[in-house]
């Protein structure tokens, strides 16, 4: 089974950047999409970004657009999320989900989640 590991949170001050990476534990990586979902204390959790398999394709919630930037290694098993222009709206746990197949948006039918890494933002 396909396993995520996040890590790179930690606490930024606002206008501040931060990079997650998000490590896969098989070689079949480059079999799935892979989403970046976020999730604030009392409110529900929500899509970010996502990466096609091929990284041919991308997708942002738009509270994010022109701010973070998604990307994928498949040789290193790895994709990144480069969070730039950080605002304490964006406090949240983050995690990474892989999607079988060739779509990565919506944001829904992800699986195999990651423990989820922090992120606060705040002066």
């Known amino acids: 089974q396909l396993q995520l590991v996040e890590s790179g949170g930690g606490l930024v001050q606002p206008g501040g950047s931060l990079r997650l990476s998000c490590a896969a534990s098989?070689?079949?990586?480059?079999?799935?999409?892979i989403g970046w979902f976020r999730q604030a204390p009392g409110k529900e959790r929500e899509g970010v970004s996502c990466?096609?398999?091929?990284?041919?394709?991308?997708n942002y919630a738009d509270s994010v657009k022109g701010r973070f930037t998604i990307s994928r290694d498949n040789a290193k098993n790895t994709v990144y999320l480069q969070m730039n222009n950080l605002k304490p709206e964006d406090t949240a746990v983050y995690y990474c989900a892989a999607k079988f197949g060739t779509m990565c948006h919506p944001f829904n039918d992800y699986n195999n989640w990651g423990q989820g890494t922090q992120v606060t933002v705040s002066s």
């Open positions: 990466i096609t398999r091929s990284g041919g394709s991308t």
């Open positions: 098989r070689l079949i990586f480059d079999y799935y999409s």
